[in-house]
Structure formats: structure tokens, C-alpha cells
């Protein structure tokens, strides 16, 4: 477990989301704990700590609502096969 910038704790990032892995590790990099990006989204901690250890799946638009809370945006990307 560890601690973000405001002193929270956060535990390892457990989901098998690479979109929502990617926005896990962008809270941890900018230090915005479970409670930050709850107040923020008005999404419960605790669906957020179960997204984030891979209990549960959230929905695409909290995922969005997550992301643009910190200033992000999800987009698609072709990819080249």
C-alpha cells in the first residue's frame, strides 16, 4: 500500500482494463487518491476502490468521468494491422 500526495492510501492497481489501468496510473502519477476522484465524479469510493483492485467493471462513462476529472480525455486509436 501506498500513499498518494494528500495522504491517502492506495493499494496496487489490480484491474485487467488497459484503458482503466491507464487512468489508475494517471491518478497515482498526479496524486489524486480514491476520495479525490470521488468528490470529483461524484462515483462512490467504493465502487472506485473495487474498480480499482479489479472486484468489479465500471461502466464506460465513469471511466470517462474519471479521466476528464483529471483533465484527461479517452480517444480511439486505429490500429494498424
Not at 494528500?6 to 482494463?17: A, L, V
Not at 465513469?62 to 494498424?80: P, S
Amino acid at each position: 500500500m501506498t500513499r498518494d500526495k494528500r495522504g491517502g492510501k492506495t493499494g496496487p492497481i489490480r484491474t485487467s482494463s488497459p484503458v482503466l489501468r491507464e487512468v489508475f496510473e494517471m491518478a497515482d502519477l498526479r496524486g489524486a487518491s480514491i476520495t479525490w476522484l470521488s468528490v470529483k465524479t461524484n462515483l462512490t469510493t467504493q465502487s472506485i476502490s473495487n474498480w480499482r483492485k479489479g472486484s468489479n467493471a465500471p461502466n464506460i462513462l465513469a471511466v470517462e468521468e474519471m479521466a476528464n476529472a483529471m483533465g484527461y480525455k479517452l480517444i480511439l486509436q486505429k490500429i494498424d494491422n
